[in-house]
């Protein structure tokens, strides 16, 4: 199976970037559906990004479209998540998680394997 490890999260100002990377081990990033989720306290996990198999695909979250873009690099077999114009809204842990097939890729429940999460915190 699987095991992904996020990394790249910090503290950065409002307006700013960071990119976050989702490293794979046991299987190849393109053998799966990959999607970033992040959990804010006391909220319900959402779904950020998602990519397909083939790459071909992404789908966004209405409150990322525009700023966030998943992209994969098979050579390093990770999966990133390129986050600018960052907003305080944005402050949460960030998962990576991964899935055979995939029916509801804005479900977390349609995710088998996932990640530790890395914490972004952005500042005003």
């Known amino acids: 199976q699987v095991q992904l490890v996020e990394s790249g999260g910090s503290s950065v100002q409002a307006d700013g970037s960071l990119r976050l990377s989702c490293a794979a081990s046991?299987?190849?990033?393109?053998?799966?559906?990959m999607g970033w989720f992040r959990q804010a306290p006391g909220t319900e996990r959402e779904f950020v990004a998602g990519?397909?198999?083939?790459?071909?695909?992404?789908t966004y979250g209405d409150s990322v479209k525009g700023r966030f873009t998943i992209s994969r690099d098979l050579a390093k077999n990770t999966v990133d998540l390129q986050m600018n114009s960052l907003k305080p809204e944005d402050t949460a842990v960030y998962y990576c998680?991964?899935?055979?097939?995939?029916?509801?890729?804005?479900?977390?429940?349609?995710?088998?394997?996932w990640g530790r999460g890395t914490q972004v915190t952005v500042s005003s």
């Open positions: 998680a991964a899935t055979s097939s995939v029916i509801n890729s804005y479900s977390q429940n349609s995710y088998r394997y």
């Open positions: 046991g299987g190849t990033v393109n053998n799966y559906y």
């Open positions: 990519l397909t198999k083939s790459g071909s695909s992404t």
